[in-house]
């Protein structure tokens, strides 16, 4: 597990949302969270304070399956700026 992940597990360890995964892919970055319909600027107020704002590039948000038995969720990803 890479530092960042670490950091947003963290993060998410005291919130209202259950963390399913959080990974990286070069300078990809993909949180997934249930619940679906989660609020997407409660997810990025999380997401920055647990890595350096200025770090996140590109910030969506969707609903989609987040792990192998269909479980539907939310989905936080980036591009990061080092």
Do not use: C, Q, W
């Not at 960042?4 to 892919?25: I, M, P």
């Not at 647990?50 to 792990?67: I, K, N, P, Q, Y």
């Amino acid at each position: 597990m890479s530092d960042r992940s670490e950091k947003l597990t963290d993060a998410f360890e005291h919130t209202d949302y259950d963390l399913v995964t959080a990974s990286e892919n070069r300078d990809r970055v993909r949180v997934a969270v249930l619940p679906a319909g989660a609020d997407p600027d409660a997810l990025r107020a999380i997401i920055e304070e647990a890595l350096d704002a200025d770090a996140l590039l590109g910030f969506t948000v969707t609903t989609e399956t987040v792990d192998a038995n269909d479980t539907i969720g939310t989905v936080a990803s980036f591009r990061r700026r080092d």
